[in-house]
Each structure stands twice: as structure tokens, then as C-alpha cells.
């Protein structure tokens, strides 16, 4: 979908002075347009910058995203040191130790975003379609992640929607849905009007990232927007 965003200024936003959820957003997806058009700025890279950040951080998003090698979320929202506070897993699962750093980044650091990042042709997920296809488990640990997947894909069937791209979008909207109702720490700060959670689907081959599930601050779980929901709109600004 086409955002309405303002110009990113390449810089930091200033510590002390913590951008709104519209504001950090904004800046997300003004790198990523940049990325996509291979005119990155490489903002927050030099020396200098990299000094100033050892007295403490002040990430304005916090990006819980999966492990795939080719998302890696400095680069294609062309951000630096800093910037994002980035949880990555498999499949961006929520499991406890991933809501911790988010709410960590949240209430400790005051970042005022939480950004679920997917991908198109996630490998999480097919690995989840065929052990629902086959009825057979994956071993060792990587059956914790097609356990975390599965109810997504439920989800899906109950929509109609059977193509794996938009079993992704689902996934992405269900672990939105998913860090808020696991974590009254992140639900409180979204009701609070200090934070809001969205969830950016990537496009690998394009390299954009496009918004398909948002809360906006001062609502709850229960009011996330999905692809089968209509369009999701970006945060209001506190």
C-alpha cells in the first residue's frame, strides 16, 4: 500500500527528545525507500556516532524479524548504530525470551515502536505447511518453530487464503496479535499512548517492505489489522 510519509532526515532522532510511533515509523520506511531505489544514506555509521553511542542507546524502533540471512533490518531500512533494537528468530516467533527484549527496549529504553518484520517465501512457514501437509514433525528444536506457525496457517484456512505469500502476511498480523496478548507489559505501553506495533511485510527480490497489520497507540490486541481486515493504516501520532 502507499504510505504518506515525511522526508527522513537521515540523523538519529535526538536522545531525550524520543520520536512519536508515526515519526519512528515514518523514518522506517523512508530508509526503506531509499534501499529500494539504491539511494541509501547509510545514515549513523561513522566513527564519531559510533564513539557517542558507548555512554548509552536510544533505538526509536524495535524490529522482531526473522533469521533469514537476506533481512537483515540496518540495511534495508538504511539505518545505522543505534537505531533499531532488532530481536530476530526463525519465523519471528514470540516466545518468552523475544517478548522480554521487546519489553525491554520499550519501558527501559523507551522505544516507541515495535516493528514485526516477515518476508515472502518464509521458510518457517513452508516448513510448517508440509509438516501440516505430511503430519510429520520436524526433529530437534525447529519442530518449536513449525508449533509456533501452525496457528497461522489455521488461520489461513479459515480465510480462504491458501498461496504461501499470503499465509506470510497472516503469520506476520497473528505475531502482532500475538506479542500484545502474551505481553501486558507491551499491551499497557500501547494503551498508554506510548507505543504502537505493526506488523511490515518484505518483499526479497523488490526489497520493500509494505505495512499489512498495525495498532495503533492507546488501542488493544483485539483491534490489530490484517490483509483480510482491510488496509492497514500506520500509527496516529501521541
Known amino acids: 500500500m502507499t504510505q504518506t510519509v515525511p522526508r527522513s532526515t537521515g540523523r538519529e532522532p535526538a536522545a ?31 566513527a564519531d556516532h559510533r564513539a557517542a553511542l558507548a555512554g548509552g542507546q536510544h533505538p526509536f524502533a524495535v524490529i ?17 548504530l543505534g537505531d533499531l533494537f532488532v ?3 526463525a519465523g519471528h516467533t514470540a516466545g518468552p525470551e523475544v ?8 519501558t527501559v529504553l523507551g522505544t516507541p515502536l515495535v516493528v514485526v518484520l516477515g518476508h515472502d517465501s518464509c521458510g518457517a512457514v513452508q516448513a510448517a505447511r508440509a509438516a501440516a501437509s505430511t503430519g510429520v514433525a520436524p526433529a530437534g528444536h525447529l519442530g518449536a518453530v513449525v508449533d509456533a506457525v501452525l ?42 499512548g506510548r507505543c504502537a506495533v505493526v506488523g511490515l511485510s518484505y518483499r526479497l527480490s523488490a526489497g520493500e517492505a509494505r505495512m499489512v497489520a498495525a495498532v495503533p497507540v492507546g488501542a488493544g490486541a483485539d483491534a490489530a ?12 501520532a501521541a
Open 64 to 80: 522482531v524479524g526473522c533469521s533469514d540471512s537476506r533481512l537483515a533490518a540496518e540495511i534495508i531500512f538504511d539505518r545505522g
Open 16 to 46: 531525550g527528545s524520543p520520536p512519536t510511533p508515526e515519526q519512528a515509523l515514518a523514518e522506517l520506511l523512508a530508509g526503506n525507500r531509499r534501499f529500494v531505489t539504491g539511494t541509501p544514506h547509510h545514515p549513523n555509521q561513522d
Open 99 to 106: 517478548l522480554g527484549s521487546v519489553e525491554y527496549a520499550v
Open 225 to 236: 489489522e490484517s490483509p483480510a481486515g482491510g488496509a492497514a493504516r500506520p500509527p496516529a
Open 151 to 192: 496457528p497461522s496457517l489455521g488461520r489461513a484456512a479459515e480465510r480462504g487464503v491458501e498461496d504461501l505469500d499470503g499465509i506470510v502476511d497472516i503469520h506476520i498480523a497473528h505475531t502482532v496479535e500475538a506479542l500484545l496478548a502474551r505481553s501486558s507489559v507491551l499491551a499497557a505501553e500501547v494503551a498508554a
Open 87 to 89: 530481536v530476530r528468530t
